[in-house]
């Protein structure tokens, strides 16, 4: 079990208890969450003064200039840029309540730099995947979308995941989050198919760029630790010594580390010398950025 995990070395964990009842408060933002929460709400101060000469509900320049479109496919800045802009009050409040009761649960757990890219390369797959069926279906060239979404989407399932304890409030009544994000992102699939079908492609793009993000926190969630073991395995096992010697430490390490923690729970935490404690930290440390030791 990962260090972080244990019940006697972590804190109540955001978005509820560990008997699954609904949060009473909301968490403290973790750090990166708390400065794409501060560039959100900047940015979007700015669009409301550049984008308000638009007329009714036409893109203004901002969303025009750095939303991801099909005609400018080839500009890869915006597939960045597109996550921090918004299209009214309402879109930007929920998204940033999604980044901020599911994002910074997910950055203590995996640490603020594989957070981030969790995080922006959900929103670039969202942005992605609007390309690719708009171009397919049809979409005109400048129609830009906008929006964090994608990413939000992306912490969504990832939370779903790793989180089964949360719960969500869901057409007014809290679910567990799993069963949440099955009829979110149920309802998201049945709605493209269908506009499919019908050949109305371009009223379920916003659904497409969502369930673009939630399919690149799937390969993020399950796919990528499966490759990163094959390959320090390599083809037909070669580079499975070195591998070996790895596990063999880590188990070793974690055997310390079960030590501590049984003098943590026979003497308490203050019993702990200096030494002990420097292990503990880089232990927590190296959970969150490797993940938890094998089996």
Known sequence: MPLAERDYMRRPPP????GGGLMVGVPRPARVVKYLLA????VFIVQM???????GRRPGPMSLWLGVTVGGFWQL???VTFQFLHAGFWHILLNMLGLWLLGSPLEQRWGPRR???FYLSCGVTGGAAYVLIGAAGGLPADMPIIGASGGVYGLVLACAVLFPHFRLIFLFFPVPIRLAALIIFGGMALIVLQAIADGRTTDAMSDVAHLGGAVAAAVWIWVVPRLRIAGKLGPDGR???RWQKKLARRRREQEEIDRILDKIRRD????LGRSDRRKL???SRRQREEGPPPL
């Open 268 to 271: 308490g935490i203050d019993s």
């Open 15 to 18: 978005g509820g208890g560990g």
């Open 49 to 55: 003064f550049l984008d308000r000469e638009a007329p």
């Open 239 to 241: 580079g499975r010594g």
């Open 39 to 42: 560039i959100n709400a900047v």
């Open 281 to 283: 930290r880089q232990a």
């Open 77 to 79: 800045w915006r597939y």
């Open 115 to 117: 957070f981030l890219a």
